[in-house]
């Protein structure tokens, strides 16, 4: 069974967060700079939540709030759902696909480790698939 310690075997181990108290418009910044479509939100090594390009579209440009003048606490989704290393790809999947999530923070022994996308998973699953395929094509000529 594969499980994210595989993923995170490839993946790059940074990860990007801000505090609470960070404007919505530093958030963004931040987001365009590292090309990426979701912060979390930590303070004092703690999870707090995590800010996404939908929370911002849902939770600031819906209802008048000034990116400026909002502080992510006010608008992040609090509580994220987390998984461990040892979790399935597939359970993720089924996770992301029944929730409507695109992120999931990797936690391990209370610490945020990693957080996966659901493009990580896919690009996983793509590659793992073509391992399989070449496997199976070279056991067939052989």
Known sequence: MKTVKHILQSKSPVIYSVTRNTSVLDALQIMMEKNISALLVIEGGKLLG???????????????KSSK???????????????????????????MT??????????ESNQVIAMLSIGDLVKF?????????????????S
Do not use: W
């Open 50 to 64: 995590i800010f996404t390009e939908r929370d911002y579209a849902r939770k600031v440009v819906l209802h008048g």
């Open 69 to 95: 003048n909002t502080a992510i606490g006010e608008i992040m989704t609090a509580d994220p759902h987390t998984i461990s290393t040892s979790d399935s790809i597939e359970s993720c999947m089924v996770l």
């Open 98 to 107: 029944d929730n409507h999530f695109r992120h999931l923070p990797v936690v």
């Open 125 to 141: 699953i793509i590659e793992d698939q073509k391992q399989t395929i070449d496997h199976l094509q070279s056991y067939i000529h």
